[in-house]
């Protein structure tokens, strides 16, 4: 059965950092993806890597986010820099392509200005 549990996110000031988690179990060597959907918006793409590490960034998103997996622990990372109060949304990971019924709860960001 797959599960994937994001944590990381919170409240922080414009401008600060935030690294966010996806535990994965009953997935392995798949590509892997976040994505974010912000109040009153549709789940957009954000970062997604591949099995061998190879590594794409929305272009929008360019130069602030960093996306990265330990595959010891089958969890991916999502590091965020420069913080903007535009990237305040609910925050999910899951394959690429994703898979319906395997998206988690996702991890609210919150970013104030």
């Known amino acids: 059965q797959v599960q994937l549990v994001e944590s990381g996110g919170g409240l922080v000031q414009a401008g600060g950092s935030m690294r966010l988690s996806c535990s994965a179990s009953?997935?392995?060597?798949?590509?892997m993806a976040w994505w974010r959907q912000a109040p009153g918006k549709q789940r957009e793409f954000v970062a997604r890597?591949?099995?061998?590490?190879?590594?794409s960034i929305a272009n929008s998103l360019r130069g602030r986010f960093t996306i990265a997996r330990d595959y010891a622990e089958n969890t991916v990372h999502l590091q965020i820099d420069n913080l903007k109060p535009e990237d305040t949304a609910v925050y999910y990971c899951?394959?690429?392509?994703?898979?319906?019924?395997?998206w988690g709860q996702g991890t609210q960001v919150t970013v104030s200005s």
């Open positions: 890597i591949s099995i061998t590490g190879v590594t």
């Open positions: 009953g997935i392995n060597n798949r590509a």
């Open positions: 899951n394959t690429f392509p994703p898979q319906t019924d395997a």
